[in-house]
């Protein structure tokens, strides 16, 4: 049973930084993919960032705009942990983040990922 459990989130203030953490647990190994999603309040969820966790796919699927530069996703594959690491933090990155794991056709869509974690709050307020 893969568990994916999140960390790190709560309130920051606009310009600041988060790291959120996803611990690993039961089998995520049979996973290509890592990932986080975010759900910003009343709108969809949408993808963050992916990186390759068993090998089975080559490299790192980064943010795109307006997440492309400030966020980052790391990985240390001995702690069973995914890092996303949030600088300069703006108002509208305020929503739920979501770990996931899988093996999706298409990364960037939220089908097709096996995994979900239960979300941390991340909430960006002056």
């Known amino acids: 049973q893969v568990q994916l459990v999140e960390s790190g989130g709560g309130l920051a203030q606009p310009g600041h930084s988060l790291r959120l953490s996803c611990t690993t647990s039961g089998g995520v190994f049979n996973s290509a993919l890592v990932g986080w999603f975010r759900q910003p309040p009343g709108k969809e969820r949408e993808f963050v960032a992916a990186i390759a966790w068993n090998g089975g796919v080559e490299g790192t699927f980064y943010p795109e705009p307006p997440m492309q530069g400030r966020f980052t996703i790391s990985r240390d594959l001995a702690k069973n942990t995914v890092w996303l690491q949030m600088n300069n933090l703006k108002p509208e990155d305020t929503a739920v983040y979501y770990c996931?794991?899988?093996?999706?056709?298409?990364?960037?869509?939220?089908?097709?990922?096996?995994?979900w974690g239960q979300g941390t709050q991340v909430t960006v307020s002056p």
């Open positions: 996931s794991a899988g093996e999706p056709s298409i990364v960037r869509s939220t089908n097709g990922w096996n995994y």
